[in-house]
């Protein structure tokens, strides 16, 4: 008995279940039913079983499986799978309900497929949006994937941009991918505290991943020693995972339990159970789908486009316009004149923007020259002279004050003691704001009026960056004042290449252009052909995340815009497929601490993961321009989607037309972690969260005309790719 689709085979024999290719085995499962017992001692005890039948249903395009599972303790459990064509893939819907109650205290069950063609965890590269990338080599020793020893590699699905993992054969190129088939998670029991291995009737998460377990007990006590007990089972080798209710599988500790002289490795291995209570059932649907691909990039490419077309969540109804005017009224409000310094403040607490520090950064999440920037242009255009001149003295403040001898400027001033901060000189925060400062500059001198000290703070700051660049076309990290070496890490060098092209057009000067195609150079066969997307956030450390991948996107593509290379326009495709795999696209219900926060009336979805193992922010809002970009160069429809998908639901986090209830409407929270379903925030307000609202809106709407994306399409495709070339009348 099988099941086709394209050239994979879903076959059914003496209970089990396998997938052929040409008829070569390449994954399986003898005994598919599987259930994990949380026994009276508070163990885990896995037990699974073949199907004990397997028939054709409806048009032959359906087989249903089932059976009936009972544990040593008493327990049974009825199981009826559901396997039928979908798509890409096929489809897998489970129904498990319990017969008997024995001794068991809770229950989980799993959905596998054991690898035929290795058992060895490191002939697999992975891929959970947001979380597993490869081998997790650029991740931190205690992240999840990061050691392939372990035996449960099983997360949370809230913990990834979208409920997807997959596991790619490096040799042979095959794929075997599972993901949730809908985003019908509920809210869990909120009167329940989560804890290492609890019972939880309404908790409808799964966990995805790959495990190759012993037959043994696994459960660690709360400082870490594993209570290992062998007990009667079966296990086959390495297998993809959907388990139900889900868990986070070994994770280890970041630190030692307080206290103990414990001399074992710490690790955790926290458990959700559904009670074992007679007539309790499950109901969950999984996604199963397989494929071949060349390399990694590809697998995860077309993965993601197949289940973000499945899961993506509906557009949030926002009015744009109305949108960029309140945060730029916003922005003018909170800039003000601190002795002689402009700018805004670091941190504001919500719902009152009670404000709970001063303190100014060159860029990432101060970004006041950037603030600057756009308040002049805003002021300008609309005519607002307090917005103009709030700008026009931010800008004249850093410049007046923040360059040294060796040209690289100062990061953060605290007006408060009217000196600057010894702060790293972090490559990816000096592009922040030096390029915002060359855009006021060619603002100010397109309508006329000049600002040559402006320009020769750029030119200090370029030379800096010319004459610092290593020999293999890279940047470090982070300098210090006086340009010596602060962190090693190369993996930031794209931060700086739009800046390099940019004033390269501006001076005539090959010098930046030489600098820039050699940063490009070393970016391309680092950054996008090794995956080496991280430490583009500069307050974590060293580790995979995205706005790597973001700022790698940016100097790609003002590569391309530059040359019209394909090389350029391929590192701005692979940095951009990879970057929005860190976006929710997906959304669950997630509750608040407070009862004034945007997430109370409106979805997660459009926030995106920050690090690997990190909470999740609206960064990727500053990115639909760009994404926008994208789709008319390539006509890649799919990019036209995620663009207007991230200029409409970052959104969610603001209080949007000020419906939520903040000091102004506009205001939008920093970051929060909301994989338990609960957010945890600092509750307040950052000005990078409203920079990177405004410029992608000012950037669309200089371009093409119109603060919609959904407008910009109504140009004609000849007048968009005319309006597209920005750099043809740049300067």
Same mark, same amino acid.
């Given at each position: 008995?099988?099941?086709?689709?394209?050239?994979?085979?879903?076959?059914?024999?003496?209970?089990?279940? @396998? *997938?052929?290719?040409?008829?070569?085995?390449?994954?399986?499962?003898?005994?598919?039913?599987?259930?994990?017992?949380?026994?009276?001692?508070?163990?885990?005890?896995?037990?699974?079983?073949?199907?004990?039948? *397997?028939?054709?249903?409806? &048009?032959?395009?359906?087989?249903?499986?089932?059976?009936?599972?009972?544990?040593? /303790?008493?327990?049974?459990? +009825?199981? =009826?799978?559901?396997?039928?064509?979908?798509?890409?893939?096929?489809?897998?819907?489970?129904?498990?309900?319990?017969?008997?109650?024995? @001794?068991?205290?809770?229950?989980?069950?799993?959905?596998?497929?054991?690898?035929?063609?290795?058992?060895?965890?490191?002939?697999?590269?992975? %891929?959970?949006?947001?979380?597993?990338?490869?081998?997790?080599?650029?991740?931190?020793?205690?992240?999840?994937?990061?050691?392939?020893?372990? @035996?449960?590699?099983?997360?949370?699905?809230?913990?990834?941009?979208?409920?997807?993992?997959?596991?790619?054969?490096?040799?042979?190129? #095959?794929?075997? /991918?599972?993901?949730?088939?809908?985003?019908?998670?509920?809210?869990?029991?909120?009167?329940?505290?989560?804890?290492?291995?609890?019972?939880?009737?309404?908790?409808?998460?799964?966990?995805?991943?790959?495990?190759?377990? !012993?037959?043994?007990?696994?459960?660690?006590?709360?400082?870490?020693?594993?209570?290992?007990?062998?007990?009667?089972?079966?296990?086959?080798?390495?297998? $993809?995972?959907?388990?139900?209710?889900?868990?986070?599988?070994?994770?280890?500790?970041?630190?030692?339990?307080?206290?103990?002289?414990?001399?074992?490795?710490? $690790?955790?291995?926290?458990?959700?159970?559904?009670?074992?209570? *007679?007539?309790?059932?499950?109901?969950?649907? =999984? +996604?199963?789908?397989?494929?071949?691909?060349?390399?990694?990039?590809?697998?995860?490419?077309?993965?993601?486009?197949?289940?973000?077309?499945?899961?993506?969540?509906?557009?949030?109804?926002?009015?744009?316009?109305?949108?960029?005017?309140?945060?730029?009224?916003?922005?003018?409000?909170?800039?003000?004149?601190?002795?002689?310094?402009?700018?805004?403040?670091?941190?504001?607490?919500?719902?009152?923007?009670?404000?709970?520090?001063?303190?100014?950064?060159?860029?990432?999440?101060?970004?006041?020259?950037?603030?600057?920037?756009?308040?002049?242009?805003?002021?300008?255009?609309? &005519?607002? /002279?307090?917005?103009?001149?709030?700008?026009?003295?931010? =800008?004249?403040?850093? =410049?007046?004050?923040a360059m040294t001898e060796s040209g690289l400027p100062q990061m953060c001033y605290h007006p408060g003691i009217g000196a600057f901060e010894p702060y790293p000189h972090y490559i990816r925060m000096l592009a922040d704001g030096i390029e915002n400062i060359l855009d006021a500059w060619l603002y100010m001198h397109k309508k006329g009026e000049e600002k040559p000290e402006w320009l020769a703070f750029c030119r200090k700051t370029a030379d800096w960056i010319v004459n610092i660049q290593n020999d293999d076309g890279s940047f470090y990290r982070a300098y210090n004042t006086d340009s010596s070496i602060r962190m090693d890490s190369k993996a930031n060098t794209p931060s700086v290449i739009r800046f390099l092209v940019q004033f390269y057009l501006v001076t005539g000067d090959e010098r930046y252009k030489t600098a820039a195609i050699k940063a490009g150079d070393w970016s391309y066969d680092n950054a996008y052909l090794n995956l080496e997307y991280r430490g583009g956030t500069c307050d974590n450390v060293d580790v995979q995340d995205n706005e790597a991948g973001i700022y790698a996107m940016w100097g790609f593509l003002a590569l391309y815009d530059l040359t019209g290379e394909d090389k350029w326009l391929e590192g701005t495709i692979g940095?951009?497929?990879?970057?929005?795999?860190?976006?929710?696209?997906?959304?669950?219900?997630?509750?608040?601490?407070?009862?004034?926060?945007? %997430?109370?009336?409106?979805?997660?979805?459009?926030?995106?993961?920050?690090?690997?193992?990190?909470?999740?922010?609206?960064?990727? +809002?500053?990115?639909?321009?760009?994404?926008?970009?994208?789709?008319?160069?390539?006509?890649?429809?799919?990019?036209?989607?995620?663009?207007? %998908?991230?200029?409409?639901?970052?959104? !969610?986090?603001?209080?949007? #037309?000020?419906?939520?209830?903040?000091?102004?409407?506009?205001?939008?929270? @920093?970051?929060?972690?909301?994989?338990?379903?609960?957010?945890?925030?600092?509750?307040?307000?950052?000005?990078?969260?409203?920079?990177?609202?405004?410029?992608?809106?000012?950037?669309?709407?200089?371009?093409?005309? /119109?603060?919609?994306?959904?407008?910009?399409?109504?140009?004609?495709?000849?007048?968009?790719?005319?309006?597209?070339?920005?750099?043809?009348?740049?300067?």
């Amino acid at each position: 008995m099988k099941l086709e689709n394209d050239q994979y085979t879903l076959s059914f024999t003496d209970g089990g279940v @396998e *997938v052929l290719k040409g008829g070569k085995p390449l994954y399986y499962n003898k005994r598919p039913m599987f259930v994990t017992v949380k026994t009276v001692f508070a163990l885990n005890e896995f037990y699974d079983k073949p199907y004990s039948d *397997v028939r054709l249903s409806g &048009n032959g395009n359906r087989i249903v499986a089932q059976g009936t599972l009972a544990v040593p /303790a008493g327990s049974e459990f +009825a199981f =009826v799978d559901t396997y039928e064509t979908a798509g890409p893939g096929f489809k897998v819907t489970r129904k498990v309900k319990v017969l008997k109650a024995g @001794e068991d205290l809770g229950f989980s069950t799993k959905l596998s497929f054991v690898m035929a063609e290795s058992q060895e965890p490191r002939d697999y590269n992975y %891929f959970a949006p947001g979380v597993w990338y490869k081998q997790n080599e650029f991740a931190r020793d205690t992240d999840f994937g990061k050691n392939l020893d372990g @035996e449960y590699f099983w997360r949370m699905e809230t913990g990834s941009a979208l409920p997807l993992f997959a596991m790619h054969h490096i040799a042979s190129g #095959e794929m075997a /991918a599972l993901s949730r088939w809908t985003s019908d998670v509920t809210m869990r029991s909120l009167d329940i505290k989560m804890a290492g291995n609890y019972v939880d009737p309404k908790f409808t998460i799964g966990a995805l991943g790959m495990s190759k377990p !012993q037959s043994q007990t696994m459960n660690y006590l709360y400082y870490g020693f594993p209570v290992r007990k062998a007990f009667e089972s079966s296990v086959d080798g390495l297998s $993809i995972d959907y388990v139900y209710p889900g868990c986070n599988g070994q994770m280890a500790a970041a630190r030692r339990y307080a206290g103990l002289d414990y001399k074992g490795e710490s $690790i955790s291995f926290n458990r959700v159970n559904h009670p074992v209570e *007679v007539g309790f059932e499950q109901h969950y649907s =999984v +996604a199963l789908q397989f494929g071949h691909y060349p390399d990694y990039q590809h697998m995860m490419r077309e993965i993601w486009r197949s289940t973000y077309d499945r899961m993506r969540d509906k557009l949030f109804e926002v009015d744009n316009e109305r949108h960029f005017h309140d945060c730029m009224n916003m922005l003018t409000h909170y800039t003000q004149q601190y002795g002689d310094a402009y700018g805004l403040p670091f941190s504001c607490q919500f719902p009152h923007m009670d404000v709970s520090s001063v303190s100014f950064q060159f860029g990432f999440v101060g970004q006041q020259p950037g603030i600057g920037y756009q308040l002049l242009r805003y002021g300008d255009k609309e &005519n607002h /002279a307090e917005a103009y001149e709030k700008g026009v003295n931010i =800008v004249d403040f850093w =410049v007046r004050t923040a360059m040294t001898e060796s040209g690289l400027p100062q990061m953060c001033y605290h007006p408060g003691i009217g000196a600057f901060e010894p702060y790293p000189h972090y490559i990816r925060m000096l592009a922040d704001g030096i390029e915002n400062i060359l855009d006021a500059w060619l603002y100010m001198h397109k309508k006329g009026e000049e600002k040559p000290e402006w320009l020769a703070f750029c030119r200090k700051t370029a030379d800096w960056i010319v004459n610092i660049q290593n020999d293999d076309g890279s940047f470090y990290r982070a300098y210090n004042t006086d340009s010596s070496i602060r962190m090693d890490s190369k993996a930031n060098t794209p931060s700086v290449i739009r800046f390099l092209v940019q004033f390269y057009l501006v001076t005539g000067d090959e010098r930046y252009k030489t600098a820039a195609i050699k940063a490009g150079d070393w970016s391309y066969d680092n950054a996008y052909l090794n995956l080496e997307y991280r430490g583009g956030t500069c307050d974590n450390v060293d580790v995979q995340d995205n706005e790597a991948g973001i700022y790698a996107m940016w100097g790609f593509l003002a590569l391309y815009d530059l040359t019209g290379e394909d090389k350029w326009l391929e590192g701005t495709i692979g940095a951009a497929d990879y970057t929005e795999t860190w976006t929710y696209a997906w959304t669950f219900p997630v509750t608040t601490p407070w009862p004034i926060h945007p %997430f109370n009336d409106y979805s997660i979805s459009g926030q995106s993961i920050i690090t690997i193992g990190g909470g999740a922010d609206v960064y990727m +809002a500053a990115c639909s321009y760009t994404y926008y970009r994208l789709y008319i160069i390539t006509g890649d429809e799919h990019y036209l989607d995620f663009a207007e %998908f991230i200029h409409q639901n970052t959104r !969610q986090s603001n209080d949007v #037309e000020g419906r939520t209830g903040y000091a102004m409407p506009g205001l939008g929270h @920093e970051a929060g972690n909301f994989i338990n379903q609960v957010l945890e925030s600092h509750y307040h307000w950052l000005p990078w969260c409203t920079y990177v609202e405004v410029d992608p809106s000012s950037r669309l709407y200089d371009t093409f005309g /119109a603060y919609e994306i959904a407008d910009a399409q109504k140009l004609s495709p000849q007048e968009q790719a005319e309006r597209n070339r920005i750099y043809d009348d740049y300067i």
